[in-house]
């Protein structure tokens, strides 16, 4: 495993290492958002209620605030009760020439705060403001709770997920919100590439619901239901696209995941399980054929399958150019080749001194990953860089916030 990676400021791995972003945001969709804009450097600030701050911080493992430290790293930290009206002058002096401001409250929050489009407008025209709900700024239902769990619920997700004789299955981690923030760091850079290269500017509003993005990215159901007259159903781990595709137990009670649904690599795992006349079989001769018999088509390789410890099925798949591969856990992972010789996990320093593993940027830019230059920070810790010297916001009475953000999973 990697430590902390050191300092690298080259524009092609930080290239947002000039972008200002003030997050407003509470919980997972805004944090995840600005987590992908700060390790690609730029310089996020999130605001925080005094003493309790962002809540994702309560989400703990053996009082360790885990979900902070991943998904925190690389960012600064003020603390502002904005309740107050120094609070609020404070908070307009950071927006004075930021690019991106970052809020996930109920619709109309910002407006009542004084920082509606127009007011917005004559602080910062070149502002981008990403605004996060769970069903978007207008409608019926825009002032509906908008928790991630409802949308991954309501979207499609949690009906076509599961298996068909036992109930829908949400989720085991915050999907919808993450799904928004990494559609939202897109739209904010591009809205703010869009900025630089107009002459007049007017602030940017990118209306951005926990629903839409989730159920764009959940297939062609419509489209599929209007020329069946049937949703999605529930299939396990089968694909309603293509067969075989499943996980199948080893001698060893692991688990392998296969996916042959193209006919040259099918004409190999038959051949290689003893079924040779397999793409003969009318059973599983076309590809409609397969999905109508998956039953049997299943049965069929895990019956080879079953004979196998994991590491000979893998050995089994290589060697045909079958497209396979183990079902892993963390546990798994940890020791696993490709996490260490991609180097995906990094060391970092928890507030209390422990030091964890957490995820590197998942990708390179020119052969290196963007750094981690600072742990995720403690409550308020670069009050002294970003706040004015007589503000007197950072230590409060009040210890929630008045803004309390709504959407979580």
Known sequence: MEQTQPAMHSESVRPLERVKVVDLSRLVSG??????????????????????????????????????IAYSRNKHSVELNLRTDEGMKELRALLHDADILVENFRPGTLERMGLGKEQLNAL?????????????????????GGFGSLIEAMSGFAAMNG????????????????VAGIYGAALAMAAMHGQRDRTATEVQEIDLSLFEPLFSILGPQAAEFQLTGK??????????????????????????????????????????????????????????ARLKNID??????????????????????????????????IEDLLKHPYILERNLLVEQAAPDGRKVLVHAAPYR???????????????????????????????????????????QA
Not at 53 to 59: C, P, S, T
Not at 165 to 177: C, E, I, R, S
Not at 252 to 266: I, P
Not at 367 to 390: F, M, T, V, Y
Request: glycine residues 8%; hydrophobic residues 40%; contains cysteine.
């Open 231 to 288: 949703p999605t159903p529930r299939s396990g781990s089968r694909s309603p696209t293509h067969a075989p595709r499943n996980v199948y137990r080893t001698k060893d009670e692991k688990w392998v995941a296969l996916s042959a649904g193209m006919e040259g690599t099918l004409a190999r795992l038959f051949d290689g399980i003893g079924y040779p006349q397999g793409l003969q079989d009318p059973r599983f001769s076309t590809h409609e």
């Open 124 to 144: 910062n025209p070149r502002l981008v403001v990403v605004r996060i709900s769970g069903w978007g700024q207008t409608g019926e239902f825009a002032n509906k």
């Open 31 to 68: 944090n995840m958002l600005t987590h992908v804009l700060a390790d690609l450097g730029a310089t996020v600030i999130k605001v925080e209620p005094p003493r309790k701050g962002d809540e994702l911080r309560a989400w703990q493992r053996a009082g360790m605030s885990t979900y902070w």
């Open 163 to 178: 298996f068909s004789d036992l109930p829908p299955v949400l989720p085991p981690f915050a999907m919808a919100d993450s």
């Open 296 to 329: 049997a088509l299943d049965a069929l390789i895990q019956g080879h399958i079953v004979k196998l410890t994991l590491p000979e099925a893998l050995d089994f798949f290589a060697v045909r150019d079958i497209t396979a591969g183990p079902v892993c856990d």
């Open 365 to 407: 830019i020119n052969g290196n990953r963007p750094p981690i230059l600072r742990g995720a920070p403690s409550i308020g810790q670069d009050n002294a860089q970003w706040l004015s010297k007589s503000s007197n916001t950072t230590v409060a009475s009040v210890s929630t916030p008045v803004y309390a953000a709504t959407n």
